[in-house]
């Protein structure tokens, strides 16, 4: 069955720290790869994408994120978090050949000052 | 350029009433989506379109909820009746067209439903 396990519900960290949010995912080939971010009380926004080529996708707002077929793992990551990046986190997949995206649960992320 | 546009915002209703939501795509995007996001869970499809024509609905509970999309733009999604466990936001979402492949696909900022 297709999914997505985001194995952490809950990360905190200092501002300026290095961020990294695990995705893992379960699916019969190649799917296309998604990271969403939600604030509270927003919809969800794109940060980045992967459909294929490079495994090290950038996205918005200083996000990035590898693409790790042997491990099943699309990871996001940033290298020094702003407390403006305190939100929700959703990993995605979908088909080659359908619309449907399938989230994990969240990460939600929580900056100190 | 709008965004997706949803209404209401927030809605309060007693089990076993009924209750819509609207939702107004961004202009030219064919397809369009009905999400269900319950609190601690990522958003699940309940439907999509593909101009006015149905292309998923399998996970649409379709003995209380129903959805349409006349004219191929706007979309009404609709319970009844609601049940306690409907409680959740519920995110439209639309793209240019059908596919995820080079396809962004943008959300609304939800309709938070409660039912008590």
């Known amino acids: 069955a297709q999914s997505v396990t985001q194995p952490d519900i809950h990360i905190t960290v200092s501002e300026g720290a290095s961020l990294e949010l695990r995705c893992n995912y379960s699916?019969?080939?190649?799917?296309?790869l998604f990271w969403y971010v939600q604030s509270p009380g927003q919809g969800l926004q794109l940060l980045l994408k992967?459909?294929?080529?490079?495994?090290l996708v950038q996205g918005i707002k200083g996000f990035e994120a590898e693409f790790k077929r042997s491990q099943s793992s699309f990871n996001l990551r940033k290298p020094s978090v702003h407390w403006s990046d305190a939100a929700e986190y959703f990993c995605?997949?979908?088909?080659?050949?359908?619309?449907?995206?399938?989230f994990g649960t969240g990460t939600r992320l929580q900056v100190f000052p | 350029e709008a965004g997706v546009a949803q209404s209401p915002r927030y809605k309060i209703i007693e089990k076993r009433q009924s209750v819509a939501f609207w939702c107004n795509p961004i202009?030219?995007?064919?397809?369009l989506y009905w999400y269900q996001q319950i609190l601690g869970q990522g958003p699940k499809l309940l439907i999509q379109?593909?101009?006015?024509?149905?292309?998923?609905d399998s996970q649409l509970p379709k003995d209380r909820f129903s959805a349409e999309r006349l004219k191929g733009v706007d979309s009404t999604l609709k319970i009844q009746p609601a049940k306690l466990e409907d409680s959740a936001v519920y995110l439209c979402?639309?793209?240019?067209?059908?596919?995820?492949?080079?396809?962004?696909?943008?959300f609304g900022e939800g309709s938070w439903l409660t039912v008590v």
């Open positions: 379109f593909q101009n006015n024509g149905v292309v998923d």
């Open positions: 979402a639309s793209s240019l067209g059908q596919g995820t492949a080079g396809n962004t696909i943008y």
């Open positions: 995605a997949v979908a088909g080659r050949n359908t619309d449907k995206l399938i």
């Open positions: 699916y019969g080939a190649t799917p296309y």
């Open positions: 992967y459909f294929s080529g490079d495994t």
């Open positions: 202009s030219g995007h064919a397809t």
